[in-house]
């Protein structure tokens, strides 16, 4: 049965009103990678860390699945074969339009982390840095998310998934942040045939075979439409 692994990037939330990383006027445009998304910075300024993730969890929290979301939950739901989403997001867009088999690489915004005990909970809407964590008392409780240097997580399913993947396809992300940029090219190494969604081209593109130019709520639809038909 064909199998179906499907990247996804910030691109396929923009629709639904986040914010994307490196489009003009995006997060990285206004603020700083290093000031707000590595260990260093959570250690030299844990409230600044805390309110840039704070603002973009309420964001999140306000935000709906948009029709990209909503295919790839319906292609799960009828396709007969394995269909798997690795999302870079840490939003929970996957999870509200109904997806069930879908790996935060970079972790989840509505997840807390204590940084003392690896003890996990669901992180309230607000952190702050001196919240303790409810497991052993630490206050050390950071974001459930993964920062630039930090391994990503949910590698030992990743892997094979892409290794055994008949369709690889990657949504909305524009192929600058590694492991997640290099997935394409491994799949297409390992037999998969590639297809990249995105409104322009990424710097990942020449690693697929197939492109679909357009936003993420028509392209993806359309082609789960196809999928389904087949
Ligand atoms: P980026 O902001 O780097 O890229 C978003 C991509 O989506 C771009 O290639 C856009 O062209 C494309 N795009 C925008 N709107 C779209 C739409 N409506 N339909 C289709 N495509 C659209 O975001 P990511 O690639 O997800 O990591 O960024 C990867 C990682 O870098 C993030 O997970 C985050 C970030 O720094 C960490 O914070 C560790």
């Known amino acids: 049965m064909t199998s179906i692994v499907i990247l996804t990037g910030a691109g396929i939330s923009a629709e639904s009103g986040l914010g994307t990383f490196r489009d003009e006027g995006g997060l990285w445009a206004q603020h700083r990678i290093e000031d707000v998304a590595t260990p260093d910075a959570f250690d030299r300024d844990p409230a600044r860390v805390h309110a840039f993730y704070n603002a973009r969890r309420a964001q999140a929290a ?5 029709p990209a979301h909503l295919a790839l939950a319906r292609l799960e739901a009828k396709w ?3 269909v798997l989403v690795i999302t870079q997001n840490v939003d929970g867009l996957h999870e509200a339009a109904g997806s069930n088999n879908v790996l ?14 690896d003890h ?13 964590c409810p497991a052993c008392g630490a206050r050390a ?4 998310v993964v920062w630039f240097g ?11 998934a892409l290794s055994s993947a008949d369709i690889f396809v ?5 192929g600058n942040v590694f492991p997640a940029a290099a997935y394409g090219q491994h799949a297409r190494r390992m037999g998969a045939h590639t297809i990249e969604f995105n409104t322009e081209i ?9 492109h679909r130019r357009g936003r993420a709520s028509e392209t993806v639809p359309a082609w789960v439409d196809e999928l389904l038909a087949t």
């Open 150 to 160: 930090e391994i990503p997580y949910h590698m030992d399913r990743i892997d094979p």
């Open 80 to 82: 007969p074969g394995d």
């Open 141 to 144: 409780t950071r974001p459930d």
């Open 104 to 117: 935060h690489m970079h972790g989840e915004l509505s997840g807390a982390l204590c940084h003392a005990c």
């Open 170 to 174: 990657a949504i909305g992300t524009s």
């Open 62 to 66: 306000e935000a709906r699945p948009n």
């Open 202 to 210: 990424s710097s990942a593109s020449r690693d697929f075979a197939d």
């Open 120 to 132: 996990r909970w669901p992180a309230p809407l607000v952190m702050d840095a001196q919240d303790a």
